[in-house]
């Protein structure tokens, strides 16, 4: 019997593969290491890519950052390049498909790994950054970059770091034909640059601000932090894009990331007064109100271990 000539035998691997892919979406994506990033205008001529409210993980490849690009008159300016080299290789060919406009500034906001490490994808000249984010690049940089690979495994194939040549400052900046106003805060890290577009109240807060997400806090200064809150809070912006989760268009990410802090804050003080170990402050509850806060109980437990040592010298001096 010849089996080619059964259609239905034919058929059968074809319809296995089907109902395979059907079933695992997300390792059906990362076969094709294709992010399927979809910019989204959220105001005239500006665009956002949207990342999951999720960890690292070899189904996202990383994708858990909102990047953005604004298109000026005469150029593109690009707002962090995500997490790895395929990630920028897909931002700047979604960047090509909605105007043909050259890329003439890539902004790294900060340097954690989800926001630079797509810089390969664009010319070295276009890459800029605030000093301290240029120094955290070049020293922190290929630390993060090993990471990553153990994270999102092959999505990050031939991703290297590619550091920043180009120095930022605050203040308004005409680049691409268009006004933008940067931003010099701290507090996430040690220097974090907000984006500021007064021609359509766009601000892009990089990670100062998460939404619906649990902030993180490997190099965070809450005082500092909070001050910065303060700082973008008195902007006239009409259109917010935090670092993590959804844009809004009110300051409710600003002050659900105010609130994350200060209890956060109060806990470690009060923890440390109170004598506690590291074992007793993980096992705090969280209080109801972030209940829906995607990672909340993740990010908690290492704020505690990134911040409670310094929390608990700190009591010890006091007393
Ligand atoms: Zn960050």
Avoid: C
Wanted: glycine share 8%.
């Amino acid at each position: 019997m010849n089996v080619r000539a059964n259609p239905a035998r034919a058929a059968l691997p074809a319809l296995l593969l089907a109902v395979l892919l059907a079933a695992f979406p997300l390792a059906a994506r990362a076969a094709g290491f294709d992010y399927r990033l979809a910019p989204r205008a959220v105001a005239d001529g500006v665009w956002v890519l949207t990342g999951l409210t999720e960890d690292f993980s070899r189904d996202n490849g990383g994708n858990i950052v909102n990047t953005g690009f604004i298109v000026g008159d005469s150029g593109v300016v690009v707002i962090d390049s995500g997490p790895s080299r395929r990630y920028g290789e897909q931002l700047a060919a979604a960047i090509a498909r909605v105007t043909p406009l050259p890329v003439v500034l890539v902004i790294n906001t900060h340097h954690h790994p989800d926001h630079f490490l797509g810089n390969q994808a664009f010319a070295p000249a276009t890459l800029a950054a605030l000093p301290a984010t240029r120094h955290g690049i070049e020293t922190e940089g290929p630390m993060f970059n090993s990471n990553m690979y153990r994270l999102n495994g092959d999505w990050m194939r031939d991703t290297e770091v590619a550091a920043p040549t180009r120095t930022l400052a605050a203040g308004p900046v005409e680049v691409g034909g268009r006004t933008l106003e940067f931003l010099a805060l701290e507090g996430h890290t040690g220097a974090d640059l907000a984006v500021f577009d007064r021609r359509t109240g766009t601000l892009f807060a990089g990670d100062l601000v998460f939404n619906a997400r649990a902030p993180t806090t490997p190099h965070a200064d809450i005082a500092r932090w909070q001050a910065s809150l303060d700082a973008l809070a008195a902007l006239p912006f009409k259109v917010l894009v935090p670092g993590h989760g959804p844009v809004a268009h009110d300051g409710a990410p600003i002050a659900q990331t105010r609130t994350w802090l200060d209890w956060l804050d109060r806990a470690l003080r009060e923890g440390a007064a109170a004598g506690l170990d590291m074992t007793e402050m993980l096992a705090l509850p969280l209080p109801a109100v972030f209940e829906r806060m995607a990672l909340a109980k993740t990010e908690f437990e290492r704020s505690v271990s990134h911040l409670y040592p310094a929390a608990e010298r700190a009591s010890l001096e006091e007393q």
